[in-house]
């Protein structure tokens, strides 16, 4: 490695560190509280400018690691290259398919700007889609699925790690935020169901997965 490729990957690590620390900043209930006490006007607009803000930022990175991608670390080939893009399209798949349980109109902030809302807390309630009953966020996993079957060169390597780094962390601060959402509830899944890794011994039956909705259900979250 050249000194500039060092260089080039410090200043990729900054941005990305400065990327996950505005996101993370952002997105938490005292930055949403204060501005819901101080403006809250803006609130329905808040989940879409969020959203568009963390597209438009992003794309400086992307050109970052375009123009220096620096030494290519491994390549995937033969047998290995078919076992790593088929990880991938399954992964990609099951994103897809996670979409229709979510209310991506919310996801966006569409619902929110349309309504007027001015709440903090999400309009949706706490509910389990299949992918759920086996990992507690399964785009994550995703994520990392795609991220890690990818051939590697040094910017997409540090990529990688600083966007592993960002979905341990970033799980772990959303978390949060769903304990006050849903209290006891989600204390339940998070001892019944690993957070980003599936285990074989850890899942909850369809039962046992209607029960928690139905207990947070009963019991709506309050912020």
């Not at 991608?69 to 390549?75: D, I, M």
């Not at 285990?199 to 209607?210: C, D, G, R, T, V």
Request: net charge positive; hydrophobic share 50%.
């Amino acid at each position: 490695m050249t000194e500039s490729d060092w260089q080039n990957m410090m200043l990729l690590l900054l941005c990305w560190l400065a990327y996950f620390t505005l996101h993370s900043t952002l997105a938490s209930l005292w930055v949403k509280n204060r501005l819901a006490a101080l403006r809250p006007g803006l609130m329905p607009a808040y989940r879409m400018a969020f959203n568009v803000l963390a597209v438009l930022l992003l794309l400086p990175i992307l050109w970052l690691m375009y123009r220096a991608p620096g030494p290519t670390l491994w390549r995937w080939d033969g047998a290995a290259a078919w076992l790593a893009n088929g990880l991938a399209l399954a992964a990609l798949l099951g994103f897809l398919h996670t979409l229709k349980f979510y209310d991506m109109r919310e996801f966006i902030g569409l619902r929110q700007w349309q309504r007027h809302t001015r709440r903090v807390e999400d309009l949706e309630h706490f509910h389990l889609s299949p992918f759920h009953h086996f990992v507690r966020h399964p785009w994550y996993l995703f994520g990392l699925v795609l991220i890690w079957t990818r051939d590697m060169n040094l910017a997409f390597f540090a990529s990688s790690v600083m966007m592993t780094l960002y979905f341990i962390i970033g799980s772990r601060l959303e978390e949060r935020k769903l304990l006050i959402y849903h209290g006891e509830v989600y204390r339940r899944y998070m001892a019944r169901v690993p957070g980003l890794l599936p285990l074989p011994w850890k899942s909850l039956s369809a039962a046992e997965a209607a029960e928690l909705v139905g207990k947070s259900a009963a019991n709506p979250p309050t912020v």
